[in-house]
């Protein structure tokens, strides 16, 4: 079983939908998570940080993360043709692990208008 | 603010030649700073982490290896490269002030043939 689980989609959505991205794990250890957009060929760039359970907001993409399920989802609202990309979750367990994070395999989004 | 410099962008390389990337950063100091591997429809994993000149810790066995000749200065090397090295390589530094955030380069492409 891998650490992390990510749903590989893909996804293709109309704009102005509601987007749902999830990851499961299942290691214990993890308590920051994480949400990062790819575009093509391009480096991942931070979406989504926290390390708590709950939901957390930023314009329109909210986090939530459930550690007793050790499940996290990113939601997109609005979702507009600029949010096509692959987005990866990603989880790290503190303290001296640095940023030795566990990505899940990504999810590939296309918002078409 | 913090940038991060990868190069080369793009190279194709024969099977059993050598292998350079290139990485500095710019805006802090004593990063810690990482080489992620991506494969084609396969999640980042981690290669290899350093938290200071001349200390490199692999995380995973292979045809690669990593120096730090400088503070913000990080290499990633192979002295005989196979076909299995192809993928897409990120260098990566955290946040410098202990959470588990990092922040990806553009990336340099990698193709053995």
């Known amino acids: 079983q891998k650490e992390v689980e990510q749903d590989p989609g893909p996804l293709s959505v109309p704009e102005g939908a509601i987007v749902s991205l999830n990851c499961t794990y299942s290691?214990?250890?993890?308590?920051?998570f994480m949400w990062y957009r790819q575009y093509s060929r391009k480096g991942p760039e931070l979406l989504m940080y926290t390390y708590s359970s709950g939901n957390k907001e930023d314009g329109r993409f909210t986090a939530q993360v459930d550690k007793s399920s050790k499940y996290i989802s990113l939601f997109i609202r609005d979702s507009q043709p600029s949010d096509s990309a692959t987005y990866l979750c990603?989880?790290?367990?503190?303290?001296?692990?640095?940023?030795?994070?566990?990505f899940g395999q990504g999810t590939i989004l296309t918002v078409h208008p | 603010s913090q940038t991060i410099h990868q190069w080369p962008a793009t190279l194709v390389q024969p099977v059993g030649s050598p292998l350079s990337l290139e990485c500095t950063v710019e805006?802090?100091?004593?990063?810690?700073l990482y080489w992620y591997r991506q494969a084609a429809g396969r999640g980042l994993q981690l290669l290899f982490y350093?938290?200071?000149?001349?200390?490199i810790s692999s995380e995973v066995p292979q045809n690669l290896s990593a120096s730090r000749p400088q503070d913000r200065q990080f290499i990633l090397s192979s002295k005989k490269l196979l076909l299995s090295d192809s993928g897409f390589y990120l260098c990566a530094h955290d946040s410098g002030s202990g959470g588990n955030t990092i922040y990806f380069g553009e990336g340099s492409w990698l193709t053995v043939v």
């Open positions: 350093s938290v200071g000149i001349g200390q």
């Open positions: 290691n214990s250890a993890f308590q920051y």
């Open positions: 990603a989880m790290g367990a503190g303290g001296t692990s640095y940023g030795k994070l566990t």
């Open positions: 805006g802090t100091s004593n990063p810690n």
